[in-house]
């Protein structure tokens, strides 16, 4: 069965750093697109990054720009998550999604594969 399983959240103080690891297993995920998504309570999914097969090209939102890196290990079938600076705004579940294809998809709708979230809290 083809899953994601997130892991490294936590609690950190305001400029601080955490590493979010996605974990895929099931299949070989080297061909598929990567997007980290997070969503805050009672707020939608916003994507804040994503990377393309083969990692050759990478995105954020403008929010995280400069503080947070996306990165993948296709040989440990992994994608990472580098977040520095974290303020209370950082502050929601993460979510790590997979999609086919030749780019990301900026909707939830365009993933084919879904992790369970981490919850990633910053305090001030």
């Known amino acids: 069965q083809d899953q994601l399983v997130e892991s490294g959240g936590g609690l950190v103080q305001a400029g601080g750093s955490l590493r979010l690891s996605c974990a895929a297993s099931?299949?070989?995920?080297?061909?598929?697109?990567w997007g980290w998504s997070r969503q805050a309570p009672g707020k939608d999914h916003v994507f804040v990054a994503h990377?393309?097969?083969?990692?050759?090209?990478?995105d954020y939102a403008d929010s995280v720009k400069g503080r947070f890196t996306i990165s993948r290990d296709d040989t440990k079938n992994t994608v990472h998550l580098q977040m520095n600076k974290l303020t209370p705004g950082d502050a929601a579940v993460y979510y790590c999604?997979?999609?086919?294809?030749?780019?990301?998809?900026?909707?939830?709708?365009?993933?084919?594969?879904w992790g369970q979230g981490t919850q990633v809290t910053v305090s001030s």
């Open positions: 999604a997979a999609r086919r294809g030749f780019s990301w998809s900026v909707i939830p709708q365009g993933y084919d594969y």
């Open positions: 099931g299949q070989t995920f080297s061909n598929y697109n």
């Open positions: 990377i393309t097969r083969g990692g050759s090209t990478t």
